[in-house]
């Protein structure tokens, strides 16, 4: 790759959210870790017990930012993930109380106060979780076994060149 070349590629942001002590709330953190561990070039992991405004100050001066987080659905399987745009999450903006801010309500707050610093690109890596309340610092099975499928899947679609 050669200089101008780098200097165009994306600065990439991934960040795994959640709770590592309330067992599958944690799954977000727990990918974080396998890819840092991965020293991925031109990529910054990091890692965000709260969401919300923290996340805001984060994602500042990013191209591409890539959030990993647990969530419970009525019709999802423990382990099954899916890959979603900032557009999906557009619903869930609400009010204007900075308590209890969700992480699409700081992005659109962002958007607003500071859009020529936000990222052009949002995606989230929506993990199904089984357990989000019971503390452990361990995951179900489920979702566990889903943390190497998950991580390749990151790798390939917002890392890899190819």
Do not use: Q, W
């Amino acid at each position: 790759m050669s200089i101008s070349d780098e200097r165009h590629r994306p600065r990439t942001l991934i960040v795994g959210v959640g709770n590592p002590i309330l067992s599958d709330d944690g799954v977000g953190i727990h990918v974080a870790r396998k890819l840092r561990d991965l020293g991925l070039e031109g990529v910054d992991v990091e890692e965000l017990p709260a969401s919300g405004l923290e996340l805001l100050d984060m994602v500042l001066g990013y191209d591409r930012v890539v959030i990993v987080d647990a969530i419970v659905t009525d019709e999802g399987r423990p382990g099954e993930f899916h890959v979603l745009e900032e557009s999906a999450f557009e619903r869930t903006v609400h009010g204007s109380s900075p308590h209890g801010i969700n992480i699409a309500t700081a992005l659109a707050m962002g958007r607003k106060i500071v859009p020529e610093k936000m990222p052009k690109e949002v995606f989230f890596v929506a993990i199904e979780a089984d357990d989000i309340v019971n503390v452990s610092e361990s995951m179900t099975p489920p979702v566990a076994a889903a943390i190497p499928s998950i991580v390749d899947r990151i790798v390939s679609e917002f890392v890899s060149d190819d």
